[in-house]
DNA sequence: AAGTGGTCTAGACCACCTG
DNA sequence: AGGTGGTCTAGACCACTTC
């Protein structure tokens, strides 16, 4: 225990090539060894093992199992993409999607919500926050803020089934016209972990929406969180200079999704993805 | 050191809880207490106060330097959506892009590329890794594969500037037609960290690309990471039933970006987004 | 009871930055 | 030189699962 200098350029790194050569030669679904038999196989200690071992799990990789063990995960985090031979049709939503209300309150809409709704800090806003879930497993989470004034009597189980803004024509006569939505890359955080079931740090895809009718008042608020396990964006993007006859196609230039990349930096592009970025201090 | 037993639910949130309370309280770009001078404070060990510390790090809020010490981060992961009055336009994408080739080499496809360009894996293709900056501060890492038959005599230094689709048009005779685009949340790996300038694990878009020309042969795969601190998708959606006089515009349903929600469920939807489920095991 | 992962400690040494 | 973050250790106790 004295001698050994010997240039080990993090242990961690070797730990991480050690679990990551575990993982693929294992079957998804399949244990690997404890973390006390690996620390000994790879002379570490047990934080440190576990240190590389979070970092796996993070990228979805490895799973724990309070008790049980360690195990190859099951779902590989990028699939293949347009696998099948000939798909000229994009794959549709899969699955039973379904709600499930977890607190529906009237409360004041407070300094945040109210002026992203451009009411009143102390105007009434109905606050709903609903568990997304697909084949019964939870997908995600979801925050709705709408104008109490715009919603009277709305029941929680309005909220579990059907489209919301059906409902909000059909019963309450605000129709909506438009939304700007955001989505950004995010990290679980332990209420959000644990709502939709997945390890706190993981992956995910925060949406910030807000919808308005055609006068453009605001009529809903929306901050949910979906695991990014289990869901991606795939969208179909018509790169044509000219639109093929009967149908509108946007360019690439116009369409929200594709990076600016090669178009930016010309300045005239009419840019939808937006990279806001801050100024070096 | 004996008694004490005090249900203390996970030092480590209430060490966060306190940490969140310190970068609230201060401006952007203030410093923070040394970790050792935090560990004293709320008797805590180090290895535990810098756990809570490498979660406010990852989610953004703080920023480590080494030597020196931590500070509160500069941006919000977070941005106000929306903020101007009467913002009927969307932001313009900010900055000047540019890009710097790391690498440019003509390779054999090899399984996995190959597969996805719909070539042999021994076909060559030229592999193109590009760093894409805006006003000089890193913003994503790229790396294109294009079949070499379809773009003989390409320079590097074509790529650090100008629109490669133009380019592909202009001179090689190649019209790019349409893509298929799927965008997922995740966490940069070391190399990506790096190259990008953020801490490993730091929430990232990843990209994946296929473009087609019109008779649907693929002429580029574009895998890419954007770093999440700085980058954020931002669209918007017309939700009108009746499209306005002139001008087509899709339904919400049709709208590649906002997800199935309520539409979902129904069966018939023509889902753009897909929640790619996994069945439970 | 025995094994597993989950949490935490006290202390050590290194690398980096600032006087 | 002295402070800061970066890494690592050896060992402890707890909670959960299986036998």
Redesign the pocket.
Known sequence: ?VSEPAR?P????RVREHLMELVESRAPGAP??????LCEQL?????????A?DELVTTGLLV???????FVARAKITQELAPDRDSHRLPQASGTWASRVLEFTTVRAGARVGRRLRISPAAEITYIARLRLVDDEPMAIEYLHVPAVLVPGLRPADMESGDFYDLLRDRHGVRVHEAVQSIEPTVTNEEEARLIGVPVLSPALLFERLTRDATGRPVEYVHSVYRGDRYRIVSRLALDDAAPAGRARPAHGHHPGIPPGDLAGRGDVPAQMLGDVQPAP
Chains 1, 2 share one sequence.
């Open positions: 225990m080990s993090l242990k961690r790194e690997i060894p404890s973390e006390r038999a002379g570490v200690s047990r934080p440190t093992l576990r240190s071992v724990r199992e309070h008790g049980r063990g360690m």
